[in-house]
């Protein structure tokens, strides 16, 4: 089986607090949450997990403190060589505005999502503002149903429950499987002993919590979607 390296790219941070990536946990705690474009390497394809934000304001000491190097979506893709118009494919986890606000900068790329999540996303529910259905106006989008072995090497992983069409991506390394989880979480979810703990922003609690379960156990290398740990490292494996 192939194996590929993963790189992290930060394109964004927001801050927020703590509940919203640990249920019923932690409410009261702020802190400062990295936005991710996640760079498939070692393949024939240029593959993106991710896209992230267009536009932010970041204060400085946020990267100086977390050892974050938070670049502008051209900038964050040529730190790895590489243009918007390399990029052949972009994997979603979901379609939260803040995972696929750049997709249009990459004009030869194919949109890969879930069918539940991209019809979601066309008609969104009124109380989910995260949601913008004219950013993929006039872009190749191609949706898949449930779990798609997609490479070789690359499966996708359907994890609904965050957004009711997520996505988990599960990439073979030298390491074993890395997954990056398709619903918005950092390492706080993952306790040393006992359950995972469910996102704190959910459509569906009960799926959320099933599909955080299920990626605790299929994964050898846990890459949750916004935690600060992962963009110190870089590469993954490291």
């Not at 994890?159 to 989880?181: C, E």
């Not at 996102?199 to 605790?216: E, F, M, N």
């Amino acid at each position: 089986m192939r194996e590929y390296t993963i790189r992290p790219l930060v394109v964004g941070a927001n801050e927020t607090d703590q509940g919203i990536m640990t249920y019923l946990k932690d409410y009261g705690k702020r802190i400062w949450i990295p936005i991710y474009v996640f760079v498939i390497q070692e393949g024939d394809e240029t593959i993106l997990v991710d896209t992230g934000l267009e536009e932010f304001m970041v204060p400085d000491h946020v990267g100086e403190t977390y050892n974050l190097d938070i670049l502008e979506f051209e900038d964050a893709l040529a730190s790895v060589g590489l243009r918007p118009e390399d990029v052949d494919v972009i994997l979603h986890t979901h379609l939260h505005n803040d995972h696929c606000e750049n997709d249009a900068k990459c004009p030869n790329a194919t949109i890969v999502v879930q069918e539940e999540e991209y019809a979601f996303f066309r008609n969104p529910h009124p109380l989910d503002h995260r949601y913008y259905p004219d950013l993929l106006d006039g872009l190749k989008v191609e949706t898949v149903r449930g779990d798609v072995a997609f490479r070789d090497g690359i499966d996708l992983i359907f994890t609904p429950g965050h957004t009711p069409g997520g996505q988990s991506v599960a990439v073979n390394t030298s390491a074993g499987r890395a997954i990056i989880t398709g619903f918005c979480c950092n390492h706080k979810n993952f306790p040393a002993t006992g359950p995972a703990i469910t996102p704190g922003v959910h459509t569906d609690a009960l799926a959320a919590y099933d599909s955080i379960q299920k990626i605790r156990q299929m994964a050898d290398i846990l890459i949750p979607l916004h935690d600060l740990r992962v963009g110190a490292m870089k590469s993954i494996p490291g």
